[in-house]
Nanobody
């Protein structure tokens, strides 16, 4: 079994910052890539940022220059540093991991339960 647990969400004023964390645990053999997605009410879930095993990162145009994705030293933790937040960034943020479990020959995508980010004055 694999679990992804997000933390760090909360409420912040426009222009503020938050740092989200996601820790993957369980019968993990190797993590290929991790990512952050977000979903605002009434909207589809959208990709925010990705980071692969080589620490190559990609960002949605809407967050470039404001958000930074990174991995912890243990490589099973991913962070999302968010700055200059605006109300348009308010959403539930989900962690995602593409990984191989022990004994598996195919990779599987796992999701966290999500963490709420609210941006308002």
């Amino acid at each position: 079994q694999v679990q992804l647990v997000e933390s760090g969400g909360g409420s912040v004023q426009p222009g503020g910052s938050l740092r989200l964390s996601c820790a993957a645990s369980g019968t993990i053999f190797s993590i290929n890539a991790m990512a952050w997605y977000r979903q605002a009410p009434g909207k589809q879930r959208e990709l925010v940022a990705t980071i692969d095993w080589g620490d190559t990162t990609n960002y949605a145009d809407s967050v470039k220059g404001r958000f930074t994705i990174s991995r912890g030293n243990a490589k099973n933790t991913v962070y999302l540093q968010m700055t200059s937040l605006s109300p348009e960034d308010a959403a539930v943020y989900f962690c995602n991991a593409e990984l191989w479990t022990i004994g598996s020959t195919v990779h599987t995508v796992y999701w966290g339960q999500g963490t709420q980010v609210t941006v308002s004055s």
